[in-house]
Structures are given as structure tokens and as C-alpha cells.
């Protein structure tokens, strides 16, 4: 019989037969079947359309969050000066990633401005009143917040420190003479993630670029210079700040550090325990300290970046042979580099050295490229990987920067959410060039000077045999 209807249809507006089935009726429960395919044809394009939609939004949402020095992709850590904690950075606790605080930020009036790490997730100035005196408040409060901040009461009791150093006070913001180029970060606190996304190809310097980088590294291997032969018992670590920032602003460059993601000091003095990013402040160095100072310093439009580790005064032999094996492994991956390298190679040469001798490299902090931007592509791991890290080129910029612990490579973050130190107290020690890829190897471009003075870790005469 004919497939008639009672008139009432299906969910896809097909009819609904009440007659046995025919061939008319078979042909219509086709045309209900192209009908429903259809539909969800339409549904499956608009949920493929909604997911490239989210998909491009989460990738530009990642490339504005950027990476922060001093981290590594795709890692939880803590925020990033001269050896970006592997950023999470890249300087971020134990560790967070770069910029995962979202602390507030405190703006002095100067040109030299600091975002403090406390009043973590609050605002200032918080109110229902008329504007003035919200105003007035806002005002109290920021006074209020640096005069804790600096005097330093804002340390939690509760946290316990893993070695023999504790923060002292830090002394006011130092401010940049007038005149001075400054990086893109120096008032705002925000350094640009520019160059550091997965998508970003390492930068080849050009001729005039690498011409002011040598004059960079220069300026910034005369600092580190002068800071290491401050070195000596009874001088503080904000001695040092100091004479880093005045020499800075003798030479026409600013401090690079200073307000990069808020760090509030002109340089990085990491005694003892302290793997990288210590605040100077008012410690003072003793008999037996060793220290790393990290200096890096902006110059017509170029970063250069160099650390070491001295001795304050007579150190033990334990102390000694830190140092010296860190300065080995460091010297065997420089030794590796020139064009054609895998940057993922430079780890393994670093680890393997350093483990055979009892020693650990840090995990957690990467060394960089660096140029017109502090941190950028690309970040080297200082232990075994196979990271596609790249491969080097002549006119690439980078820094090796290994971080060696006598002890545990783990570590803590202070309240301070800068100082990161050992979790077992033992000693770390550091060394860090800029180097640039040539035609034959590289070339240091913050490398020793004739006026540089001699260390015990270079005299074959005096290094330790390890």
C-alpha cells in the first residue's frame, strides 16, 4: 500500500509512517536519514570551527604570557634574572612559572621604578569613599607596603631557611641618571616575549649588531671586574649594588636587572647557598663565603650578561673544588660550541663531568640568548637532554651559565620569591659568558681583559685537580 502519514513528523522533520512499509517509504526514510546526516554534518563544523577558534586564542594568550627568564617551556618555576629559573622564570617558587604570581605592582616615582613581590593578589587603595581620599590611602598604603618590604618584617615565620644566610634590609630604590637608554622593562617591569616562542627562530646578529654587543660584554666584564675585587670579609652585598649601579651609570648603561619583573637591586649576589637571583641587601660577607655576582648591563640598545664565583677570603678545600669543577664543566661545553652544535648537547657535556666528580647541575634554571632582549631564544639546558633546542649558527648570541650544587640540585624559594637556595643548605657556585658564534667556534664577548685579574680556578698553577 501507499506510505501515508497521520501528519505528524519526525525529530528531522520526516514523516511518520503508520501504513506498512513500501517502496515510497523506504525512499522517504531516506531522505530523513540525508536529512539527519546532514545536521550533524553542520554540528561537526561549527564544533571544528569553536576548537580552531580556542585553539588560536590559547596560543596567542601563551605568546602574550611569554616565557620569563630564565625557565624553560612548559615547566612550573620561579622568575628569571641572569640564569632564568627554568621558568616557569624566568625567575618565578618552588618554582612557579614566569609570572605566575601576579603579584602587585608598587611604582616609585623615579626613573627607576620597583614592583615588589608582597601584597600578594591585593590591591591598594581599596575603597567606597570620594576619589581624594581614596587617593590619600592608595598613597599610605604603597608607603606603607615599601616600608615593610624593606625593613623586611614582611618575612613569614613560619619559613625555614635551608643554610646560614638570611635577608638583611634592603636600602632604597638607586636612581638612573637622565639620559640613559633604557630597556623596554625599565619602567613598566614587563620585559617583552619577544623571540621567545616555540614558533621564533634564533636570531642571527647582524655585523653592526654584534659590533655593539662586543662593546656590551666590555662594559659588563669591567663591572664584574671591579665588583670581584670588592670582594672581602666585612663588605656588603649592597656595597656591591652600589658600585655595580654607580659604574653603571658612569658608562652611559643601565643595570638590567633593576625592575626586570620587578627585581629591586642593580645586580645578583648569591652567597653560599644561594643558587642564583640573591637581593643585595644589607649581609655581610665573611671569612669562608664564596659569592656569585652576576652582572648584566644595557648599552646602546644591547644586553651583555657575565657572572662568577669569588672566595671571601680563605675558603675550605670542599668550597675550592666546587668552584674548580664548576669552572671545568663550564670550559668543557665552551670547548663544544661552534657552528653546526646542537645547543642540547651542551647539558650533557655539563652533567656528566660535574656527577662523575659528586656534584649535581640545577635543573631548574636555563641559560638564554640575549641581544636587544634580555632573554630570548635560544634556552640551554645545563643538564643531559633532547630537547630540540636548535642549532648554532654564526651570529647567534648566547649565554652558558651552569648552576653546580655540592648537595641536592632541588631548591627553595624565599619570601623574597627572587633568592632561590639549596633545599639541603649545601653550597652552589656559578660561572657565565655571552658568547657569540663565529665562523670557527665562539668568541666570549664578555671574556677576561689583559687587566682582568687571575683566579685560582685558571693558573694551571694554582687551579685544584678535581
Not at 128 to 141: A, D, H, I, L, P
Not at 185 to 203: H, N
Amino acid at each position: 500500500t501507499d506510505g501515508r502519514t497521520d501528519g505528524r513528523t519526525d525529530g528531522g522533520g520526516g514523516p511518520i509512517f503508520t501504513s506498512p512499509p513500501s517502496i515510497k517509504t523506504a525512499l522517504a526514510g531516506n531522505k530523513t536519514t540525508m536529512a539527519l546526516r546532514r545536521r550533524t554534518d553542520a554540528i561537526l563544523h561549527r564544533l571544528l570551527l569553536l576548537g580552531a577558534v580556542s585553539v588560536v586564542a590559547l596560543c596567542l594568550l601563551a605568546k602574550g604570557s611569554g616565557m620569563k627568564p630564565g625557565h624553560r617551556p612548559g615547566t612550573t618555576q620561579p622568575r628569571r634574572l641572569g640564569s632564568p629559573p627554568r621558568v616557569s622564570a624566568p625567575y618565578s617558587a618552588s618554582k612557579p612559572a614566569p609570572g605566575s604570581h601576579c603579584h602587585q605592582q608598587l611604582r616609585w616615582d623615579s626613573i627607576a621604578p620597583r614592583r615588589t613581590v608582597v601584597c600578594r593578589g591585593k590591591g591598594f587603595g581599596a575603597s567606597s569613599s570620594s576619589s581624594q581620599e581614596s587617593k590619600k590611602k592608595t598613597r599610605k598604603n604603597k608607603q606603607s607596603t615599601i616600608e615593610r618590604f624593606l625593613s623586611g618584617v614582611d618575612l613569614p615565620s613560619s619559613f625555614k631557611f635551608t643554610g646560614e644566610v638570611r635577608p638583611g634590609k634592603l636600602s632604597p630604590p638607586r636612581p638612573v641618571k637622565k639620559g640613559i637608554q633604557l630597556p623596554e622593562y625599565a619602567r613598566s617591569g614587563q620585559p617583552s616575549t619577544a623571540g621567545t616562542a616555540p614558533w621564533d627562530k634564533i636570531e642571527v646578529k647582524s655585523a653592526a649588531d654584534i659590533e655593539k654587543m662586543k662593546a656590551s660584554g666590555r662594559i659588563a666584564r669591567e663591572i664584574l671586574d671591579a665588583a670581584g675585587r670588592m670582594v672581602k670579609p666585612g663588605v656588603t652585598t649592597d656595597e656591591i649594588d652600589e658600585l655595580v649601579h654607580r659604574m653603571c651609570m658612569e658608562r652611559d648603561c643601565y643595570p638590567s636587572p633593576l625592575n626586570y619583573q620587578g627585581f629591586p637591586k642593580s645586580v645578583c649576589t648569591s652567597v653560599n647557598e644561594v643558587i642564583c637571583h640573591g637581593i643585595p641587601d644589607t649581609t655581610v660577607l665573611k671569612e669562608g663565603d664564596i659569592i656569585n655576582i652576576d652582572v648584566t648591563i644595557f648599552h646602546d640598545g644591547f644586553h651583555g650578561d657575565c657572572s662568577e664565583t669569588f672566595p671571601v677570603g680563605e675558603i675550605d678545600d670542599e668550597s675550592k673544588k666546587l668552584i674548580q669543577v664548576t669552572y671545568n664543566a663550564w670550559q668543557e661545553a665552551i670547548k663544544y660550541c661552534k657552528p653546526g652544535a646542537k645547543y642540547n648537547r651542551i647539558g650533557g657535556i655539563i652533567e656528566r663531568y660535574v656527577t662523575k666528580r659528586g656534584y649535581k647541575t640545577s635543573r631548574d634554571f636555563v641559560a638564554h640568548g640575549i641581544g636587544k632582549r634580555f632573554h630570548t631564544k635560544p634556552f640551554i639546558l645545563h643538564y643531559e637532554n633532547n630537547d630540540n633546542l636548535g642549532t648554532m649558527e654564526p651570529g647567534h648570541v648566547f649565554t652558558i651559565e651552569p648552576m653546580i650544587c655540592k648537595g641536592t640540585d632541588k631548591y627553595v624559594l624565599w619570601p623574597d620569591k627572587w633568592t632561590a637556595a639549596t633545599k639541603d643548605g649545601e653550597r652552589s657556585a656559578q660561572f657565565e659568558h655571552t658568547f657569540l658564534v663565529t665562523q670557527n667556534g665562539v668568541e666570549a664577548l664578555t671574556g677576561k681583559t689583559s687587566s682582568s685579574p687571575v683566579q685560582f680556578w685558571e693558573d694551571p698553577a694554582t687551579a685544584i685537580k678535581v
